[in-house]
């Protein structure tokens, strides 16, 4: 019980955190049309992210596709997006955590 409650808070972070990373890039100049619709894709990822999707592995997996795509996107961009890239890496490493956690 306590597990699935710590699982919830961290998936509500990955939540807040894209919120951020989208509205960071929303605001950057420059951005290619693939990083915009990317930004999309990874914004409405905030709805989708769920434990009972994370627990179906194969949804969890197109997800961290989506993420690995964004990162490569934004990785060439200039000082303006390094903060998204952060929370992008945030994110990651925050749905690697949940991921491991319902493996158990």
Known sequence: EGDTQ???????????HIMTFTQDLANAKNLGKE???????????????????????????????K???????????????SNALYLLELINSELTVVKEHLKK
């Open 67 to 81: 993420l690995k795509m964004v990162m490569e996107e934004i990785k060439n961009t200039n000082e303006r997006e």
């Open 35 to 65: 990083v915009a619709s990317t930004i999309v894709v990874v914004y409405n990822l905030k709805d989708e992210i769920n434990l009972t999707k994370l627990r179906q592995s194969k949804a969890c997996n197109d997800d961290f596709k």
């Open 6 to 16: 710590k699982t919830s808070v961290i998936v509500e972070k990955i939540r807040k």
